[in-house]
């Protein structure tokens, strides 16, 4: 109550594909303003790839503390493009990518 609702977290299973192996599970927030949500994804990868540490409801990356809840601490990236730039980049690397990503939006 009181709330308002800015999106949705989906978790999505590939059932048939011809280029990646089925029955692969995925999830992530689309949200309402502006489609699926990159630092959501990020902040996601950060936890799972050990480059961001979640603690109870806190999240930290090295001695910077990004926020307490999910929401916060992606709105934290928002506000910090270059921080995200610098998270995505360490994702990247532990992923095995060294190349710059490719920029869509142009």
Do not use: C, H, W
């Amino acid at each position: 109550v009181g709330q308002e609702v800015v999106g949705n977290r989906v978790r999505v299973r590939v059932v048939k594909n011809k280029v990646a192996p089925p029955f692969k599970v995925a999830e992530f927030d689309i949200m309402y303003n502006e489609g699926i949500s990159k630092v959501g994804g990020i902040l996601d990868l950060g936890v799972d790839m050990g480059l961001i540490e979640k603690r109870g409801s806190y999240y930290s990356y090295e001695d910077l503390r990004i926020g307490q809840g999910r929401e916060n601490a992606k709105g934290y990236l928002r506000e910090n493009p270059a921080l995200v730039e610098e998270l995505e980049a360490g994702i990247r690397a532990a992923a095995g990518f060294e190349t710059e990503p490719v920029n869509l939006d142009a």
